[in-house]
């Protein structure tokens, strides 16, 4: 069984979710085990002027989230009151420890909604019980967002090809959130497409970029470092001097890596079955958002920076916001649906990686009917 597959099981160790998390993947800052944030005020639905297509009754939906870019949208239905809107009454968001623990956690029933990895869903999804499945309702980041950061040093320009891009990297330790985890599995798929193994680097596992990231490459302990989503890159080549090496969704990168779509909205198998409707109500929630930022991009800006950024990155959030309305936004099909040639990628990816087996699971299995393209 792959890593991912042990670690999304419902016997998984806690030494098993730190050595997939590099102690925490998701909950960046955030102590305990589990947490919660949310605004001050009330998640109430009563006194909001309700939407079109509303829910005709307040429901209750319990989401899982965390405070880094991929999620941001969830910090901007809450600021919009988007939920209310919808006739959702969204309790604080749940912030995960992990993703293996986000996983868990709905498997079990603790979690209605969240964004997820396509791979890591996937893995859960082959190793849980029927009904209690995960399954994609929505197709939330439609690109991949991984990438290499290189510290300061004599590197290859942008217009060099990736093999030889990789092949700067022979010898090179490369940091990464924790070993099996998935920045980790990113790397081996790219040194591959490069012609390269693993024994042609050090992969050394440092944690967040927050932590370990930033702090061992101006150390020089690390020459590089795998990049798990836009912003954060970008964080990291600003903290340290350097800068971004390879961008996994740039179309000089092999489609094996640059046509991957690496988050999607995520249900319970019997949630969606029994309340498609709530479903469909976080999803059209969810447009409200992605319309308000891209005629917002100001305003949208410094909320990104308030609760992902922690303030300090004004022209990175700036940045980030261009480019969901610039080059994710069009890639979105109508109501966040799911189209098969995306996840016929991403089954082609998880086979190579050993995450499932060939024929194991189906575009079909995995996408209710409501929510295909």
């Not at 109430?44 to 429901?59: I, R, Y």
């Not at 319990?62 to 941001?72: E, L, Q, T």
């Not at 995306?342 to 575009?363: E, N, P």
Request: proline content about 5%.
């Amino acid at each position: 069984m792959s890593d991912l597959g042990r670690l999304s099981s419902p016997h998984a160790s806690r030494r098993d979710v730190l050595r997939w998390t590099g102690g925490g993947l998701l909950a960046l800052g955030v102590g305990g085990a589990l947490s919660a944030c949310g605004g001050g005020g009330s998640n109430s639905a009563a006194g909001v002027k309700k939407a079109a297509g509303a829910l005709s009754k307040p429901t209750t939906l319990h989401i899982a989230s965390a405070p880094i870019d991929n999620y941001f949208l969830d910090f901007v239905n809450q600021d919009q009151q988007d939920y209310q809107k919808y006739n959702l009454e969204v309790p604080k968001f749940i912030l995960p420890k992990s993703g293996v623990q986000g996983e868990q956690l709905m498997t079990a029933g603790s979690i209605d909604a969240q964004v997820q990895d396509v791979l890591l869903t996937m893995s859960t999804f082959v190793h849980s019980e029927p009904g209690k499945r995960p399954v994609f309702v929505g197709m939330r980041v439609p690109e991949t967002t991984y990438s290499i950061v290189v510290g300061k040093g004599s590197w290859p320009d942008a217009k060099a090809s990736f093999q030889e891009k990789m092949q700067a990297l022979k010898g090179k330790t490369i940091g990464v959130t924790a070993i099996g985890a998935g920045a980790d599995q990113q790397l081996t798929l790219a040194l591959k497409q490069a012609g390269m193994t693993r024994k042609d680097v050090t992969p050394l596992a440092v944690g967040q970029v927050a932590g370990g990231g930033a702090a061992q490459m101006k150390a020089g302990r690390i020459a590089a470092y795998v990049g798990i989503t836009w912003a954060t890159s970008r964080v990291l080549a600003k903290q340290t001097g350097g800068r971004i090496l390879i961008e996994f969704s740039d179309p000089s990168v092999p489609p094996l890596l640059s046509k991957q779509q690496v988050d999607v909205c995520i249900v319970r198998e019997d949630f969606a079955k029994k309340h498609e409707d709530v479903v469909k109500a976080w999803l059209a929630s969810q447009t409200a958002g992605r319309d308000w930022m891209v005629a917002n991009r100001g305003k949208a800006a410094e909320l990104l920076n308030k609760t992902c950024l922690g303030g300090k990155f004004p022209d990175i959030a700036k940045g980030y916001i261009d480019h969901f309305a610039d080059d994710l936004v069009p890639k979105l099909h109508p109501d966040w649906k799911v189209a098969k040639a995306d996840i016929d990628v991403m089954l082609d990816v998880a086979q190579q990686m050993g995450i499932i087996k060939k024929g194991q699971i189906s575009f079909e299995d995995l996408v209710p009917a409501f929510a295909r393209a």
